[in-house]
């Protein structure tokens, strides 16, 4: 990762199927969003329940913004790891409003309490049968083609 100082890791589940857009230039760009639990035992009742930690807003991009919406749906436990950003703008009533989100370098399923089945996609998003003798992904994207 471009920049090891700003890593977070999110392990939580989406609250809805991720929204899959693309910008003018044709770049695809999902946004999900990740609500974060963990269980604690109620001291009172001496029983666990759980609680809530917060939600993440997470943007994906390029082909790895498709696998997610294909993949991905509403209710799955997922893996963020990314960057924490903040963007800002003016709202309706010329208020200046920020939002923390995280921009990810990578999303996947979290396989703690479900199974998957990996089929590897070529450049274009097609998909083709998995390689045998481990071929190499893709080089990561460079912080300065992240369209913002």
């Known amino acids: 990762m471009a920049n090891e100082q700003n890593t ?22 999902a ?26 807003d997470v943007n994906i991009w390029r082909d790895h913004a498709e696998n997610v919406a294909e993949s991905l749906n509403k209710g799955d436990r997922v893996v963020v790891i990314g960057r924490l950003t903040k963007r800002s703008w003016e709202d309706k009533d010329g208020q200046t409003r920020w939002q923390t989100e ?20 070529s450049g274009g998003g097609k998909r083709q049968p998995a390689m045998s003798g481990g071929g190499q992904a893709p080089p990561p994207v460079a912080d300065d083609e992240v369209p913002f």
């Open 8 to 29: 977070i890791t999110v392990i939580g589940n989406l609250t809805k199927d991720p929204d899959l857009r693309y910008t003018q230039g044709g770049t695809a760009v």
């Open 31 to 56: 946004n999900l969003s990740v609500a974060v639990n963990r269980r604690v035992r109620n001291k009172d009742t001496n029983e666990w329940e759980d609680k809530l930690d917060g939600y993440f």
């Open 102 to 121: 995280i921009e990810a370098d990578e999303i996947c399923p979290s396989l703690r309490w479900a199974k998957a089945s990996v089929e590897k996609v």
